[in-house]
């Protein structure tokens, strides 16, 4: 089987990557797993998406068919620190409709996957997984666990962040465990949430709730490793005591929807995204805090530079050169760097006991409250604006 571009991994970024380059000349392979599924209930998995991802949704048809009840706009954001200060940013202040929007992960995964099954230049390979890859001059030639081979003039690695591409590939990662792990679950409460996201710098990890279609919330606590086990093992009514009381009971009394589940934190460092014939997206080519929300923001915009790219490229280019790829790999690294730097930063600086940090950190939060300029380039950044 020979391809244009084989991707392995049809994850969110992976999917979008497919879907951006359906209206191309390009032949396309996607090599899956497993389909995506929709849990009974609501998804624990949820993501903020910026305006700038919703854009790009949009323009590749998987934003209108979303189930609009399912999507919550972000009206504001309230960022708490850890002796009482306090940052606000509002949709109205900046000047748009809404700071953002939250999303079950499966619903975006699953409209994804549907329209990547209707592209005509698609060939879906679901469930499959790749044994062997050999980087030739002219292809990348990978050969699938079930024996079939496919040859493509560029691979594509958007298999995760434990990439099997990317270390067949010989691509190096640095991983830098934070010892925390992101605990997850939805709740119904009491009080509406009015659109806000909340967030919380406590000694004990970031807490944000984030605001779900009704009165409901779904919950990111970054926590200590102990504190998330202690967590998980909670029964159901402590659980939604403790997280309640962790948010000031702001929202009144809560009451658990999906259990809680937990995922490991760790920022990884990819030097390389790029090589002869192989490219990485999303989080096979970086690992973020989640404390800001960037995960898949960072792997949409990466999806989208790539298959402008490609997109872009003349018929006599070829689409596996390094020197193109090198041009993706350029335009994704400052942000990456700047969100990982960012995250990596604000998290030390609310979990290290250093004399004079908590007062400084609190007094920072304060002063940039009280400074509309620079509240408005940070929210403006955070939307994609700029
Ligand atoms: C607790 C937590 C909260 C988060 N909150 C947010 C948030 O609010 N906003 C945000 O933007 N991000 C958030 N993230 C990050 C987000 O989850 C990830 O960035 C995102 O899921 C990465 O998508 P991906 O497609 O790159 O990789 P993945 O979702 O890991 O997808 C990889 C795909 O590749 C497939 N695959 C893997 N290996 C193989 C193989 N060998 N063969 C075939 N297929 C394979 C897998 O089945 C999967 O479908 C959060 C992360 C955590 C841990």
């Not at 997984?129 to 003039?153: I, K, N, Y």
């Not at 609310?350 to 509240?375: A, H, S, W, Y």
Request: overall charge positive; aromatic content about 6%.
């Amino acid at each position: 089987m020979q391809f244009d571009v084989a991707i392995v991994g049809g994850g969110l970024a992976g999917l979008s990557l497919a879907c951006a380059l359906r209206d191309t000349r390009l032949r396309i392979a996607l090599i899956e797993n497993h389909a995506p599924t929709r849990p009974a209930g609501w998804d624990a998995r949820v993501y903020a998406i910026s305006p700038a991802n919703a854009d790009f949704l949009r323009k590749i048809g998987a934003w209108k068919h979303l189930d609009a009840g399912r999507i919550a706009p972000i009206h504001a954001m309230q960022v708490h620190g850890d002796a009482g200060a306090r940052l606000d940013f509002s949709a109205y202040e900046t000047g748009v409709d809404e700071l953002g929007w939250i999303l079950e992960s499966s619903l975006m995964a699953c409209e994804l996957w549907e329209n990547v099954k209707r592209q005509g230049n698609l060939t879906l390979l679901c469930p499959a997984a790749p044994q062997a890859l050999d980087l030739r001059a002219d292809a990348a030639v990978l050969t699938l666990a079930d024996g079939r081979t496919l040859s493509a003039r560029l691979l594509v690695g958007a298999d995760g962040r434990d990439s099997w591409v990317r270390g067949a590939a010989g691509l190096s990662a640095h991983n830098t465990p934070y010892g925390e792990m992101g605990v997850v679950a939805n709740f119904a409460c009491a009080r509406p949430h009015r659109g806000i996201a909340r967030q919380w710098f406590r000694r004990d990890g970031v807490l944000a709730w984030l605001p779900l279609s009704g009165d409901r919330i779904s919950i990111v606590w970054s926590a200590p490793d102990a504190l998330a086990a202690e967590l998980l093992a909670l029964p159901a009514d402590e659980l939604c005591r403790r997280v309640a009381a962790a948010g000031g009971d702001e929202l009144g009394a809560l009451e658990l929807l999906t259990p809680a589940a937990a995922f490991p934190l760790r920022l990884m460092r990819v030097p390389r995204t790029v090589a002869p014939r192989l490219a990485l997206v999303g989080d096979a080519a970086h690992g973020i805090h989640p404390l800001s929300g960037h995960g898949i923001n960072l792997g949409y915009q990466d999806a989208k530079a790539l298959a402008e790219l490609l997109a872009a490229a003349p018929a006599w280019q070829d689409i596996g050169d390094e020197r193109l790829l090198r041009r993706y790999q350029r335009a994704r690294r400052e942000e990456t760097v700047l969100m990982q730097t960012a995250t990596h930063t604000l998290r030390r600086m609310f979990r290290e006991d250093l004399p004079g940090l908590g007062p400084l950190r609190n007094f920072g939060m304060n002063l940039t409250n009280r400074l509309p300029v620079v509240k408005n380039l940070l929210v403006r950044y955070a939307l994609g604006a700029i």
